[in-house]
């Protein structure tokens, strides 16, 4: 697969990640409010800066109004960044669509920062989000996309590991498995409770050992292949299971969104792969 080919996976990626985003924001908010509603993290700022109780900024309109505002034009930015992401070739002011995807990347990870923070500092949740910060920051950078470039195989080699690791140790139950991941495993594979625990023990077991073969040069396409079927049905999974017959559009409108921005848990594997074939092939001519 040639150079533009590998970017436009790379502009896919960084769109469905960036829409994905965006749509949640807009429909069903986010998780700010972890921060700027946590007393003990931000008195010292409202009553020693600003000379406001806590009482009345927890309380205030203004102050409500003011975090779904941002909310909103953090939906905004992301819905801006997706369009830039898709037709990134098509803008020429470089300076102007890398700052967009810098302002988009930066507040993807602040959303993964507050995330953290509403998981009681779980910071897996940030880690499990490093293949979607992958693509925007590949475009952020202008990275070309050069089979020969072991920093850029490796470093996404890395975001990959970031994100399966973690994923893997949760469906193994370490430090804890989510009560969303045995509802999943039930209603798509129609079996108990106990046999969708021994399922996730097992297939988190696999995402943490392919990540760690990615790095291993014979064995790393087995690994990518896995990753990328994978990636894509865990993806997947989310709208499944989420949909009811009876309430199409309402499941869909409340589970769409976790799919389409989970798609590059199967895009970026497949642009390593992709990568590597390239590497492969390019040896085999030479020689």
């Known amino acids: 697969m040639n150079k533009f080919k590998l970017i436009s996976l ?10 994905g985003r965006a749509y949640q924001l807009f429909f069903f908010g986010g998780p700010y409010r972890a921060i700027l509603w946590d007393e003990s993290l931000l008195t010292p700022i409202v009553e020693g800066i600003f000379n406001y109780s806590w009482y009345d900024y927890a309380t205030s309109k203004t102050v409500n109004n003011w975090i779904e505002g941002f909310t909103k034009f953090n939906s905004l930015i992301f819905l ?24 988009g990347f930066f507040l993807l990870f602040l959303l993964g920062i507050c995330m953290v923070k509403d998981k009681n500092y ?16 590949l475009l952020w950078r202008n990275i070309k996309m050069d089979s020969n470039n072991k920093k850029l195989i490796n470093g996404l080699k890395i975001a990959i590991a970031f994100t399966f690791i973690p994923h893997g140790f949760m469906a193994m139950g370490i430090p804890y498995r989510p009560g969303h991941f045995i509802d999943m495993t039930i209603i798509i594979l129609g079996v108990n409770e106990t046999q969708a625990t021994l399922f996730l023990f097992i297939v988190g077991f696999l995402d943490v050992l392919c990540a760690l073969l990615v790095f291993v040069p014979k064995l790393s396409k087995y690994a990518l292949w896995y990753m990328i079927i994978w990636g894509f049905a865990t993806a997947f999974a989310r709208i499944v299971s989420g949909f009811n017959i009876d309430f199409i559009s309402s499941s869909i409108h409340g589970s769409a969104y976790l799919t389409i921005y989970r798609l590059a848990h199967g895009i970026i594997p497949l642009i390593v792969l992709l990568l590597e074939m390239n590497k492969t092939n390019h040896k085999r001519q030479v020689a």
């Open 122 to 137: 779980d910071f897996l949740q940030l880690f499990e989000m490093s293949i979607q910060l992958s693509a925007p920051f």
């Open 80 to 103: 801006i960044a997706a369009l830039v992401s898709l037709l990134w070739h098509q803008i020429k002011w470089l300076k102007l669509k890398r700052f967009i995807i810098g302002l």
């Open 10 to 19: 790379v502009k896919l990626c960084a769109f469905t990640v960036f829409i």
